[in-house]
């Protein structure tokens, strides 16, 4: 196997999507037994929280020729079968996601938004 040297190994990871590069970290943890998780420092405990380390990702409406896209979309995110789905995308608001990183959250908005979805991250 070719040996990827860092900038090699960076201009791959720029043309992922934040998707494929979570499960890439995710491996690594695995295979590693390590965490990509911050620790904090014993100073910062107390202090302001600047921004929601985990949000909830939620789809709230669509527009009318919409229903089939988003639910193609739901089913591929949430992991789940075409009834689920259907019943999930039917009964709104939905949750697609919850407990992720603001940034896969904003991701998944785009493109739910792209296929006509109203989305709202809480």
Request: with cysteine; hydrophobic share 45%; net charge negative.
């Amino acid at each position: 196997m070719a040996k990827l040297d860092k900038n090699q190994l960076i201009e791959s990871l720029k043309e992922m999507t934040i998707m494929e590069i979570d499960e890439i970290i995710k491996a690594v943890e695995e295979a590693f037994g390590v965490s990509a998780t911050p620790v904090v420092a014993a100073g910062a405990v107390g202090g302001t929280q600047e921004a929601a380390s985990e949000v909830t990702v939620k789809v709230t409406g669509y527009t009318d020729n919409a229903k089939l896209a988003v639910l193609k979309l739901y089913r591929e995110i949430a992991g789940v079968g075409l009834m689920e789905a259907k019943t999930a995308v039917e009964k709104l608001p939905c949750v697609v996601k919850q407990d992720i990183k603001p940034e896969e959250a904003e991701e998944l908005k785009k493109r739910f938004v792209e296929v006509g979805a109203t989305v709202e991250i809480k």
